[in-house]
């Protein structure tokens, strides 16, 4: 593995967010070595502060999962003071399809929570390639039909549900949004896509993907996924966002990304297109910020800014949602 500080983009990486970069590489996995990838991601995972913020309440939930699959557990905060309904965000977390979990989301969402005045819902996911495509998004439609259909018990608004998440999570977000204007299923009312993973197929940039989640990486989480080769021809079109030639109708979007992420440019295309398809999107590209800069390297500038992003995006789109 080349040396962090010889990579091509290195020079180009934010210089408060370097200090972390020998800890976020990682071998390429393979399939004998998952299960040291996922223990590899414990580390990280504990830079990430996961306290509850005071007044939020944290609640946990398993509801039924799709049929004749496990059930699916719901990580649940609510914001102090909720006086009436609310609105919601289900955030679905990251891990390159293959690993992570809800938890680690806890501190993040419960910030969130207050900032935003919405309750927060993280649920679990099947993970690849135990479970290939579609059997997380399945997972997570039955997460957003039970939040809808609960919504009054919840004290949630259910005209104001919201779906995110970054990373794969970003990636799952974006697919079940399509997989909703498919089906009819319960209404979306807004997509926070946060550096998501969209599209199977290489990448030709030379500055992105050097650190965080590599081509190697992203490529082993696709075939993970789809259960077939990453870029192949044979891929179903449904499986993958950035394949969808048709964006129209979905809801209005916020996308976030560092300009050295190996998802850039794909993020880039799907904004395009969602704009082209005649949908609202809010575009931020942060210069110097790899995969997962904001949550690895959280007192940078650019992160506080991109952090910043996410409760005003959020009140903004609830805010116009109230008044319709």
Avoid at 161 to 184: D, P
Avoid at 217 to 244: I, K
Wanted: charged share 15%; hydrophobic share 45%; glycine share 12%.
């Amino acid at each position: 593995m080349q040396p962090i500080t010889q990579r091509r983009s290195y020079g180009l990486v934010d210089p408060e967010c370097r200090s972390v970069l020998e800890i976020l590489d990682s071998p390429t996995p393979t399939d004998a070595t998952l299960a040291a990838l996922r223990a590899a991601s414990v580390p990280v995972a504990k830079m990430i502060d996961v306290t509850v913020e005071t007044g939020v309440t944290l609640t946990q939930r398993t509801i039924p999962g799709p049929q004749g699959a496990p059930d699916v557990r719901l990580l649940i905060l609510t914001p102090p003071a909720m006086e009436s309904a609310v609105p919601a965000l289900l955030y679905f977390h990251g891990g390159g399809f293959i690993a992570g979990s809800p938890d680690i989301m806890i501190g993040w969402g419960s910030k969130l929570a207050k900032q935003a005045g919405c309750v927060i819902v993280l649920p679990t996911y099947r993970l690849a390639p135990e479970t290939r495509w579609p059997g997380p998004i399945d997972d997570l439609y039955a997460a957003l039909c039970w939040v809808s259909g609960n919504a009054e018990a919840l004290g949630i608004d259910p005209a104001r549900i919201a779906i995110g998440g970054g990373s794969a999570g970003g990636g799952h977000a974006a697919a079940l949004a399509l997989h909703v204007r498919e089906l009819g299923g319960p209404k979306i009312m807004y997509q926070l896509l946060m550096f998501p993973m969209l599209d199977d197929r290489p990448v030709a940039n030379p500055y992105a993907g050097e650190f965080g989640w590599t081509r190697e990486h992203d490529r082993f989480g696709w075939t993970a996924l789809l259960g077939m080769p990453a870029g192949s021809q044979d891929v179903p079109t449904e499986a993958v966002p950035g394949r969808v030639h048709d964006l129209s109708g979905l809801p209005p979007a916020y996308i976030g990304i560092g300009a050295l992420d190996l998802f850039v440019d794909a993020n880039l295309d799907y904004a395009r297109r969602l704009m082209h398809g005649g949908v609202p999107v809010e575009l931020h590209v942060f210069p110097g910020g790899y995969h997962g800069f904001e949550f690895v390297a959280p007192n940078a500038a650019i992160s506080q800014i991109a952090a910043a992003d996410i409760p005003r995006v959020l009140r903004s789109a609830f805010a116009r949602a109230a008044t319709v």
